[in-house]
C-alpha cells in the first residue's frame, strides 16, 4: 500500500523559511511524480508544485515560483518543499500527492491526476 507522510509545517512569521518533508513509501517503480497541493480555510485545494522522481526537474505555480523549491532528497522518495519569504497568504494544510508517470503540462495541478494523498501538514504564516 502505497503511502506518503508529510512533515516539518509550523508556524512562520512573514518572510520567514520553512521546509516541508514529503516520504512515500510502499511501491517500488521508480518514475513518478510528486505534487504539492495546498487548502486555506474555505477555499479549494490548490495544486502549487510538481517534481519528477527520476530528472528531478519541478515545475510551480506563479503565486509561488520563486519563493518555494521542490526537490528531491537524498533518502529513497523524499521530497522537500522549501518555503521562503513566506507571506500569510501561505497559510493552509500542505498535502503531498504522488502518480505513476511524470510532471505533465498544467494538469500537474490537477487533483485528479494523483492517485495516493498523504494527510497533509499545517502551515501558518503570521503578519
Known amino acids: 500500500e502505497v503511502q506518503l507522510v508529510e512533515s516539518g509545517g509550523g508556524l512562520v512569521q512573514a518572510g520567514g523559511s520553512l521546509r516541508l518533508s514529503c516520504s512515500a513509501s510502499g511501491f517500488s517503480f521508480d518514475n513518478y511524480a510528486v505534487g504539492w497541493f495546498r487548502q486555506a480555510p474555505g477555499k479549494d485545494r490548490e495544486g502549487i508544485s510538481c517534481?519528477?522522481?527520476?530528472?528531478?526537474?519541478?515545475y510551480y505555480v506563479e503565486s509561488v515560483k520563486g519563493r518555494f523549491t521542490l526537490s528531491n532528497g537524498n533518502a529513497k522518495n523524499t521530497v522537500y518543499l522549501q518555503i521562503d519569504s513566506a507571506k500569510p497568504e501561505d497559510t493552509a494544510v500542505y498535502y503531498c500527492a504522488l502518480h505513476r508517470g511524470h510532471c505533465f503540462g498544467t494538469d500537474y495541478v490537477r487533483k485528479f491526476v494523483y492517485s495516493y494523498w498523504g494527510q497533509g501538514t499545517q502551515v501558518t504564516v503570521s503578519s
Open positions: 517534481i519528477n522522481s527520476r530528472n528531478g526537474r519541478a
